[in-house]
């Protein structure tokens, strides 16, 4: 890794994507903190993409790097995780029974991602495929859901839905800006992933190929 990507490109990428992930969009802007769940969902990330190969830590803090040298590699560790965390913050439902589940399925993908041990690419695409799913789930399934219905049939049906869940699944509609500044912000997100310092593959098969002496 270049230090030109090192000490600018992804420090200034991902507390970009930090903040944009904690906007949120209404009748004022304002700015949310990610959750205490969001916390513990980042710490698995991060030590998904540690253990597949997508993050070595040693190319950002090691004892033979200069002082300045690790001071950059932890404010790019430091930003990642705020990152982290304040996408999964921002692709989370705000409360009931979405927030629930939603979390839930996050927190299995992420506790089977860290038992099967994927390489940095199947990591990276289970990575998108899950950001995807919760964007679709939180900004066009539960927005058609909670939004006005256009006809008296579907304003009956969404009626009938939210009294067999007792309520529990409508949510506050989310502006269209809201929706598209998610999936600029994920995309984002993916983006400075991939250009974390990584494990080389033929490095990885060379330590499992030499036999210990």
């Known amino acids: 890794m270049t230090a030109l990507r090192e000490a600018v490109v992804l420090p ?45 830590p040693d190319h950002l803090l090691h004892g033979s790097r200069a002082i300045v040298a690790n001071a950059n590699g932890a404010t790019v560790l430091f930003a990642l995780f705020a990152a982290t965390a304040q996408v999964l913050t921002m692709l989370t439902p705000r409360s009931g029974l979405p927030l629930l589940f939603v979390d839930i399925f996050l927190l299995v993908l992420l506790l089977n991602t860290l038992v099967a041990i994927p390489d940095r690419t199947r990591l990276l695409r289970s990575l998108a495929l899950t950001l995807g799913s919760a964007l679709a789930i939180k900004f066009i399934v539960l927005a058609a859901v909670s939004g ?5 049939v579907a304003r009956v049906l969404v009626a009938l839905f939210d009294a067999a869940t ?7 509609p989310e502006p269209r800006a809201a929706g598209y500044l998610a999936f600029f912000t994920s995309a984002l997100y993916l983006l400075a992933v991939a250009l974390l310092p990584h ?4 490095a990885v098969y060379t330590t499992e190929l030499v036999p210990a002496r």
């Open 12 to 56: 200034i990428l991902l507390l970009t994507i930090a903040l944009m992930a904690g906007l949120r969009i209404g009748a004022s802007v304002s700015f949310v903190p990610p959750s205490l769940f969001a916390l513990l969902l980042a710490t698995l990330l991060i030590a998904a993409l540690v253990r597949s190969g997508a993050l070595a």
């Open 148 to 152: 006005p219905a256009e006809s008296r």
């Open 199 to 202: 494990v080389r593959m033929h």
């Open 166 to 172: 007792l309520g529990g699944v409508a949510q506050a």
